[in-house]
């Protein structure tokens, strides 16, 4: 296990805000129940849960707190992050699809209430949401997309041309609005925030603090060797780094490269009612939001690489970046004054199916393992911090087969 390089450039989220907190390294051996690896959101929820269920927790961070994947994230959370119903239910059948988009739901609603109750702006806000394409083809599985959703209970509508046209700056063949079933957040603030909460909550938190190897001593003992010389002793790892996950388990698509690029702020957002957040599905997805202060943030949704996603070719970049301005100028025509401010990249982990990877595993029965891929990401984490405190408090959570490390 290295810290590895994952993001490119200079992220909208870390430039945009100074850190809140600073935590230190390891500077003493520690011992704990659990010890978490990964200070993203995916960990941070993890530590804040354990901590407040009265576990005794440690979280190390490689690099600084939420510089990580969390700092290119999007900052969206999505019911429908793993994809559409169609696909996911010819991957894990329709029941299995609907729970996993039920459970998104209610993941939304947990993360709103634990934002309200958090001291710090993170800049939440619920928001209606956009899946559309210009593409013809697509546009008939959208429809039928639409249908699944309708009658499995979703709340939502049908956008087709004429009307489109009146709303929409962009072409619009067909698309779903789902009302409130989204939101968005600053990911950068938030995962400061809940590492601050899981902090006053008990746990102890250190950066700039890589695990290196992990061996088993007597009675099943982990103990975590860091890169500052000093160890933990825990008796369960639970493993919050894409990357280090990815080492283990099986089911993952090659490690994948994603560009966005956020704009100057903007005094005016026409074509975009209500600024919704936006997925556009095609040969080459994206996904736009605006943020607080008014930026038009635009990234793509990658599809596996054969480069392998840890290298940026600047060649590449630039073109990337450079055809994500030309979407978003030719998408909001009525937007004056679009200037792009930060481009970013970085690489990320997916797995086949598209849901996370919560649980254990045989080959590593003192680990869990907590992988939240894609731009569902951030309710995925919410769920895993859930099903993984349970798991370690010994409750049943039948959910955890649906996103078991060894599923096939």
């Known amino acids: 296990m290295t810290a590895t390089t994952l993001v490119s450039e200079t992220p909208v989220w870390t430039a945009i805000n100074s850190v809140p907190t600073q935590y230190p390294w390891l500077d003493q051996d520690e011992t704990c129940e659990v010890a978490v690896i990964g200070a993203g959101i995916t960990g941070a929820l993890c530590a804040l849960r354990l901590a407040q269920a009265g576990v005794n927790?440690?979280?190390?961070?490689?690099?600084?707190?939420?510089?990580?994947?969390?700092?290119?994230?999007?900052?969206?959370?999505?019911?429908?992050?793993?994809?559409t119903l169609t696909h996911l239910s010819k991957q894990v059948g329709m029941d299995k699809a609907v729970r996993a988009f039920e459970l998104c739901s209610h993941a939304l609603d947990e993360m709103q209430s634990l934002v309200e109750s958090l001291p710090e702006d993170v800049g939440f806000a619920r928001k209606d949401s956009l899946l559309y394409t210009d593409n013809p083809q697509i546009a008939n599985i959208l429809r039928q997309e639409y249908a699944l959703r309708l009658h499995t209970g979703f709340p939502v509508e049908l956008v087709e041309q004429p009307s489109a046209r009146e709303q929409y700056s962009f072409p619009l063949e067909a698309g779903i609005l789902t009302k409130g079933m989204?939101?968005?957040?600053?990911?950068?603030?938030?995962?400061?925030?809940?590492?601050?909460?899981?902090?006053?909550?008990?746990?102890?938190?250190?950066?700039?603090?890589?695990?290196?190897?992990?061996?088993?001593?007597?009675?099943?003992?982990?103990?975590?060797?860091?890169?500052?010389?000093?160890?933990?002793?825990?008796?369960k790892v639970i493993m919050a780094s894409g990357h280090d996950c990815a080492q283990f388990t099986g089911g993952l698509l090659p490690v994948r490269k994603a560009y966005a690029i956020a704009t100057k702020p903007v005094d005016e957002f026409a074509g975009w009612p209500n600024q919704i957040n936006i997925r556009e599905e095609s040969a080459q997805s994206i996904y736009l939001r605006t943020t607080p202060d008014g930026r038009l943030l635009v990234g793509d949704i990658p599809a596996a690489s054969r480069l392998g996603g840890l290298v940026i070719l600047p060649k590449t970049a630039d073109r990337r970046y450079a055809d994500l301005e030309c979407r978003l100028k030719d998408m909001f025509p009525g937007i004056r004054g679009i200037e792009v401010e930060y481009r970013f990249a970085g690489s990320m982990a997916?797995?086949?199916?598209?849901?996370?990877?919560?649980?254990?595993?045989?080959?590593?029965?003192?680990?869990?393992?907590?992988?939240c891929p894609g731009v569902g990401g951030m309710l995925w984490a919410e769920v895993a911090s859930r099903l993984l405190t349970a798991l370690y408090k010994g409750e049943t959570c039948e959910e955890l087969a649906l996103f078991a490390p060894s599923r096939k």
């Open 350 to 371: 997916g797995t086949t199916d598209g849901l996370p990877i919560i649980g254990g595993m045989a080959q590593h029965e003192e680990w869990y393992f907590a992988l």
């Open 182 to 235: 989204s939101a968005q957040a600053d990911p950068y603030r938030l995962c400061h925030a809940l590492v601050n909460a899981a902090q006053e909550s008990g746990a102890r938190v250190y950066e700039n603090t890589c695990v290196e190897s992990i061996t088993t001593e007597e009675e099943s003992v982990q103990c975590l060797h860091t890169c500052t010389r000093h160890c933990v002793r825990a008796k």
């Open 57 to 83: 927790t440690v979280l190390l961070a490689a690099n600084a707190v939420g510089y990580g994947s969390t700092g290119v994230s999007p900052g969206l959370m999505d019911y429908d992050g793993a994809g």
